[in-house]
């Protein structure tokens, strides 16, 4: 940053003709200049009133897109347009991606709500197989909204280019789009090092402008090429691509480094649901709820594509973990206070026993509950959305029919038998009668040849599947719990010198299996995955991410098809045919497979660079096997990952009165909850939710007397052009909920 702010001031004649320009992103970047040289940072807000500096990106980092929920993506733009509107006057119309792993189909959406027209990445043009068609192009996100996005292919050093005629040259050969529009980006700089352009940068492009034969290239400002690329798309068609972009290299970000991965899960679970119960209190009376930015900052700093995913060293994730570990914390402490103001307004009785149970979701959520004191609930009861309700414990009465033995669990929905081996031999869904398996279900399997030719930590080999070895040896199964409320057995495997010891459990009232599972683990260069062949046919397989689903094929008909052997998806991964599915759900994992009938899920992996001790000892996470009936929309699936993910949250409480208290009800199709926070301005509250599954229809929330709900906002929380009581497929929107 001093060197590009030295460069502007000029120390040559070179320097003060030469119209350097500099761009830098990422609000935590300016954050940390600001707080740690603040002599620094006024020289900088001077370069960038000049025009000299663009800040440029409008998100708080950026962000992996493929692992965070489509609630943290849009506070990236939140908090990161808040900071640079706040700081320099500007608010950013260019979502700036150069390196990160892959696109969610959920972020133009966001980037348009968040005021944000164009998109710029280059990593589209590392694919391995299949060369990604456009390189000036309309993307269109998985609702229809639009942005214009452009790349570029350097042969040379990509985002890290010089000022050569090697690449100013092979990288204006290379452009596509030169019919459509007359010009390129080209990044130069050290940028991995952090180094930036020096000051032989700038003379090369002086004396590189008399050069023969030479396209013309200039410093600019990126907000006045995408100007002008704006300018040429409205007059002659551009390409366009629909959903996600989906990277064909570095697949193992989605599971190197597992225990950051759970954490941010966590975390971002823990501060939606702080906020949403501090929410709720205040409808029922209490005080408006605090902001929680200063801890979304820090979940959003770790979001960054090279921390998030995996590909740092080791001392990264040594302060990642306890930033993230510390969030979790804090916001479950937040949790508990909302309950208490929750509890203290409920109406006085006389029940000394009280059980409060509260359900943070649009959903209507089957009685599943664990309290602080380690008391489990699964009962018949079901808790209606975004209410409170009250029991007495003993009201609290186990759902019938569940058994269990060191081969069976068994209740009133699923029948679940464990062979010798550990795997699960059967799995039938009472309520179909369906049998969901078509082979030995939850097979653990281990690659112990995992090297892939570059880029340890980021890469998965196509091939790796070769050199499997299936773990069959048990040592140990047991009933570990036997009743009422929850059946479980035990299976203990080792591998080598690391222990997988999983949990099969089922509730009295579970429609799903959970697959508890805690693993030591102590062998570097492997790769543990489980595989479950599912008694479905489906050309497709349905997997969530931001906001939405995205759909990919189960076969490989294609080079494109074939490609896609490791795929992203957040809490669940669904293969359905008319009438009958089984999901494969998570609470910590990114990375899935789906091809035939096999539904798969890396759980842990361990490179040696640029870490070598990665995902060394234990780790604790659930997956779950889910059939249904109808398809993944049809039979809950989100609901039911949400469910895992998040369960109910409850308390106990003496002197109240049994009561049920609704504090929002939805009318009209299903949504499914993204935020409900304190405004930014402190204005009321903000609730914003989205259409998860592809419907059009109505929508609309009736809220407790003095309260109203006005709007629709964007994420920005500023008017948006849109019906306010209607939803599009993967349509968010927000309202602004004040107090009258």
Request: proline content about 5%; some cysteine; overall charge negative.
């Amino acid at each position: 940053f001093h060197t590009a702010v030295s460069l502007m001031e000029g120390s040559n004649e070179y320097l003060a003709r030469s119209g350097f320009r500099f761009n830098q992103s990422t609000a935590q970047y300016y954050a940390q200049i600001e707080e740690d040289d603040p002599a620094l940072f006024e020289k900088i807000v001077a370069k960038v009133k000049a025009g000299g500096w663009e800040t440029i990106g409008g998100m708080w980092v950026e962000p992996d897109t493929n692992m965070p929920t489509g609630e943290s993506l849009a506070r990236q733009v939140l908090y990161g347009q808040r900071y640079f509107e706040k700081k320099f006057g500007v608010r950013h119309s260019i979502c700036w991606l150069p390196d990160c792993f892959g696109f969610s189909g959920g972020l133009p959406q966001l980037l348009q709500q968040g005021g944000i027209r164009s998109f710029f990445t280059i990593k589209v043009n590392w694919n391995e197989n299949n060369k990604f068609p456009h390189d000036l192009f309309w993307w269109e996100g998985i609702d229809g909204s639009r942005v214009l996005a452009h790349t570029f292919e350097n042969p040379w050093q990509g985002y890290n280019g010089g000022v050569t005629p090697e690449c100013i040259v092979q990288t204006w050969n290379n452009f596509r789009g030169k019919a459509a529009h007359s010009q390129s980006l080209l990044a130069v700089g050290y940028g991995d090092g952090g180094g930036g352009v020096t000051p032989d940068y700038v003379e090369r492009e002086m004396m590189l402008r008399d050069f023969p034969a030479m396209p013309s290239a200039r410093w600019s400002r990126v907000e006045d090429f995408f100007a002008r690329a704006h300018d040429s798309a409205a007059a002659t068609e551009l390409p366009a691509w629909q959903g996600d972009i989906y990277l064909e290299l570095h697949r193992s970000t989605l599971t190197t480094q597992s225990a950051v991965k759970k954490l941010h899960r966590q975390a971002e679970r823990a501060l939606i649901t702080a906020e949403t119960l501090g929410s709720m209190a205040a409808l029922m009376g209490a005080e408006m709820p605090e902001s929680l930015e200063h801890m979304w900052r820090v979940v959003l700093k770790n979001e960054f594509h090279d921390i998030l995913p995996g590909s740092s060293i080791a001392e990264v994730y040594d302060d990642a973990e306890r930033e993230l570990g510390d969030i979790v914390g804090r916001a479950q402490a937040r949790q508990q206070m909302a309950l208490k103001l929750i509890t203290g307004r409920l109406p006085d009785g006389d029940i000394a026993d009280a059980v409060v149970v509260v359900n943070p979701s649009l959903a209507c959520r089957p009685l599943r509950l664990r309290l602080p004191d380690g008391a489990r609930f699964a009962t018949a009861k079901v808790i209606a959305p975004m209410s409170v309700q009250v029991f007495t414990r003993a009201a609290l009465e186990a759902a019938p029919g569940l058994s269990v033995s060191p081969t069976l669990l068994e209740n009133d929905h699923l029948k679940v038998v464990i062979g010798e081996d550990g795997t699960l031999t059967s799995l039938v869904h009472k309520a179909t009668g369906r049998e969901a398996l078509a082979g030995r279900g939850n097979q653990l399997w281990v690659y112990s040849a995992d090297k892939p030719r570059n880029w340890d930590a980021w890469d998965l080999e196509d091939d790796y599947e070769r050199k499997g070895t299936e773990l069959t040896q048990v040592s140990k199964v047991h009933v570990t719990a036997d009743g009422p409320h929850r059946a479980a057995v035990t299976v203990i495997r080792k591998f080598r010198a690391s222990t997988v010891t999983q949990t099969y459990a089922l509730d009295a009232n579970g429609t799903r299996l959970d697959i508890e599972t805690e693993i030591d683990w102590h062998d570097r260069h492997c790769l543990l995955r489980t595989l479950t062949p599912v008694d479905v046919r489906a050309t497709h397989a349905t997997f969530e991410h931001a906001n939405g689903v995205v759909r990919r094929t189960t076969h490989n008909n294609t080079s494109w098809d074939e490609s896609q052997f490791e795929v992203p998806g957040h809490r669940f991964a669904d293969m359905s045919e008319t009438g009958f599915g089984v999901a494969l759900l998570n609470d910590a994992k990114y990375g899935y497979s789906a091809k035939g009938n096999v539904l798969g899920l890396s759980l842990v992996r361990s490179p040696v660079y640029p870490d070598p001790l990665a995902d060394e000892g234990g780790q604790r996470f659930t997956y779950s096997l889910y059939p249904h009936a109808g398809d993944w929309h049809e039979g809950r699936v989100r609901e039911e990952a949400e469910d895992l993910n998040q369960p109910l949250c409850g308390t106990s409480a003496s002197g109240v009165h049994g009561v049920t208290v609704s504090l929002m009800t939805a009318a009209g199709i299903d949504a499914a909850l993204s935020g409900f926070k304190l405004a930014e301005d402190g204005d009321g509250l903000i609730l914003r939710v989205y259409e998860p599954a592809g419907r059009r229809g109505p929508f609309a929330v009736a809220l407790p007397d003095g309260w109203s709900a006005s709007g629709p906002l964007s994420i920005l929380e500023e008017p948006m052009d849109a019906p306010p009581d209607a939803l599009k497929p993967f349509e968010v929107k927000s309202w602004r909920l004040p107090q009258r």
